[in-house]
């Protein structure tokens, strides 16, 4: 059996159903058109047999475009009624039992995933997409790859290198886990309700060699996120207060990690950040 996808009136029929109607709240444009569905999962080079998580997965269209590919998927949903149809969506579709698990949670506090999936595919709310794709990479180290649509300034972000306009501690903490790409841009017209924004696609992948520790994340995180905050300030004056409270200490510690004191956050790369993490940890340790 042959899984079909949805049609646009099938959709809006679907909502019709369970009372759905897509909410600004929730961030909620659902995909109406096939052929961009089928985009996303063949931008994520989704193979037979793979498990793919998908977050958000609405009324099902990406959902059976990833089935239709011959992946297995755990969608999270945060809507219970939606996450309550999608599994008889998903039959009524030609999906087989077994290939589609529904976990019925918010994605920003999910811990476990069925199946251990090793690709993420999902079109995110722009108002969470940062949150939930960070935690999913610092959460599920099996995540190896995955594309997701987003609004377009949110993936310019992800993808920025140092020195971009729009370079920020989204870009930094996003490339702890691997390169990030622009993967192509979504008409507005492919969604319903039709989004005041442009979307894009942004492609990851994780690198092979871990960065660092947890420890070492989260040391780097706080740094990234100290040097954002006053991003036209030195980062002698910017990081003074996580880096021993004046900007002399702080000028020594970016001395001893290779980073000039006159520098600004938005010059400088993942590698630069984590190396003054481990030089601010030996410093505290030799004092």
């Known amino acids: 059996m042959s899984v079909h996808l949805l049609g646009a009136s099938e959709i809006r029929a679907l909502a019709a159903e369970l009372d759905v109607t897509p909410t600004k709240k929730l961030g909620q444009n659902f995909v109406v058109d096939a052929n961009t569905v089928r985009r996303i999962v063949q931008v994520a080079a989704v193979r037979p047999g793979e498990r793919v998580v998908e977050v958000g997965p609405g009324l099902g269209s990406l959902t059976l475009a990833i089935l239709e590919a011959g992946a297995a998927v755990t969608a999270v949903e945060i809507d219970h009624r939606l996450a309550a149809r999608l599994p008889q969506t998903a039959s009524d579709h030609g999906v087989p039992a077994g290939e589609l698990v529904v976990v019925d949670a918010d994605a920003l506090r999910v811990t476990e995933l069925p199946g251990e999936p090793t690709v993420l595919v999902a079109n995110l709310p722009y108002n969470v997409s940062v949150p939930v794709l960070l935690h999913f990479l610092e959460t599920f180290p099996g995540i190896v790859r995955g594309v997701v649509m987003v609004q377009a300034e949110v993936g310019e972000r992800l993808a920025a290198p140092p020195g971009s306009k729009v370079y920020g501690a989204p870009s930094v903490k996003a490339a702890w886990y691997g390169p990030w790409r622009l993967a192509g841009s979504v008409s507005r017209q492919v969604f319903w309700p039709a989004?005041?924004?442009?979307?894009?696609?942004?492609?990851?992948?994780?690198?092979?060699?871990?960065?660092?520790?947890?420890?070492?994340?989260?040391?780097?995180?706080?740094?990234?996120?100290?040097?954002?905050?006053?991003?036209?300030?030195?980062?002698?004056?910017?990081?003074a207060g996580v880096l021993g409270g004046t900007a002399a200490e702080a000028s020594a510690v970016l001395e001893r990690a290779g980073v000039a004191p006159t520098a600004r956050g938005e010059e400088l790369g993942v590698e630069q950040f984590h190396a003054i993490a481990l030089a601010a940890h030996a410093a505290a340790t030799d004092g």
């Open 195 to 239: 989004p005041n924004v442009d979307s894009v696609l942004v492609a990851f992948h994780r690198d092979d060699v871990a960065r660092g520790s947890e420890e070492e994340r989260r040391r780097t995180f706080a740094i990234v996120d100290a040097a954002f905050q006053q991003r036209r300030k030195m980062l002698r004056q910017a990081l």
